[in-house]
């Protein structure tokens, strides 16, 4: 586990999973979408204290897929909830590795039980938790602050130049990184990246996200199709392949904002 502050540390993977440590308790950002990796971690967290709460950023397999192997409390926004899979079967269909596979009658959904839709704050023991909406990747992505160790969670608003757009709102999420970039941060911790300190990052994302709502846009003012404007963020694009849905969907709400 690699640590990022006296009391934050950081499990790496698909997706990052974050650790608070308070004189009270742990708190967990997400889980590892794979039981074998939470599990793990479900043991290196003993040696921290009792295990809190666990927040769930959104309601995406990868970061929810595990909940149910820790006993505690899972926190999120209440669309979060809203949005979370009602079949115990979704979650066990990534899994086809035998080492994952033994895992599969302990996987069951675990929504939030504790659920907000503006904010949410934890005061444990010398230390503030605060948590609060990020519209971007989804309408339900939440961010973590603690002031106390200058460490902002931002789920998967903060990637690389292969963001995932298909549930995106582009407006509001080049919104939400401008509003966290100005914020007191020295490291910002995504879901699919290495931590952050950079906040001239931020204003990279935050282009690139510009450019594709542009690049878009100006498909539709040309009456361009929805492939052909995909075929236009192609051309700069780190990952093409991804696109299609994520891009159709950039397509879909422009479209529809300009009615």
């Not at 302990?106 to 005061?123: A, G, H, N």
Request: hydrophobic share 35%; with cysteine.
């Amino acid at each position: 586990m690699r640590k990022i502050t006296a009391n934050i540390y950081l499990e790496e993977g698909f997706p990052n999973a974050g650790v608070i440590v308070t004189s009270e308790g742990v708190i967990l950002i997400d889980t590892p979408m794979y039981p074998s990796k939470a599990s793990e971690l479900k043991e290196k967290l003993k040696e921290f204290g009792p295990l809190l709460y666990l927040v769930n950023t959104d309601h995406h397999l990868d970061h929810i897929l595990c909940n149910s192997l820790f006993d505690i409390p899972v926190i999120g926004h209440n669309k979060t909830r809203e949005k979370f899979p009602t079949d115990d079967s979704l979650l066990k269909q990534p899994l086809e590795d035998p080492k994952e596979a033994v895992f599969i009658d302990q996987l069951k959904v675990k929504p939030p039980t504790i659920t907000f839709s503006e904010c949410l704050t934890l005061y444990l023991g010398e230390h503030t938790i605060q948590m609060f909406p990020l519209v971007g990747h989804t309408e339900n992505t939440l961010a973590i602050y603690v002031p106390e160790e200058k460490v902002l969670f931002s789920g998967d608003n903060i990637s690389d130049s292969t963001l995932f757009f298909a549930e995106g709102y582009t407006s509001q999420w080049i919104d939400s990184l401008k509003k966290i970039k100005e914020m007191e941060v020295n490291t910002f911790i995504g879901g699919h990246i290495a931590p952050i300190e950079d906040k001239g990052e931020l204003d990279k994302q935050i282009d690139y996200i510009q450019k594709v709502r542009d690049t878009v846009l100006k498909a539709i003012e040309n009456d361009l199709s929805k492939d052909e404007a995909i075929s236009q963020v192609e051309k700069f694009s780190d990952r093409p392949e991804e696109n299609g849905g994520g891009i159709g969907r950039v397509y879909d709400r422009l479209k529809e904002e300009q009615k």
